[in-house]
């Protein structure tokens, strides 16, 4: 069995190809509870408030900031 994790596809071995797999699956559920969070939290209270700068700023962190990632 241990020849299968040892196998090279590409210059990488199974084994790197799944930790990197791994590492981004995690990555994109981190972002997702980091949005869920923190997007929500600071959307109620851009609510709140009277000024739509905050709003835009939220609009702006939604659209542009959160893809980049």
Known sequence: MNSFWE???CGNSVKDWLIAVAIILISLVALR???KIAIV???KLSQKTNTTIDD???LLIERS????F
């Open 7 to 9: 196998r090279v596809y």
């Open 33 to 35: 509870l980091i949005k």
């Open 41 to 43: 939290r600071l959307q």
């Open 56 to 58: 835009f700023l939220m």
């Open 65 to 68: 900031v959160l893809p980049f």
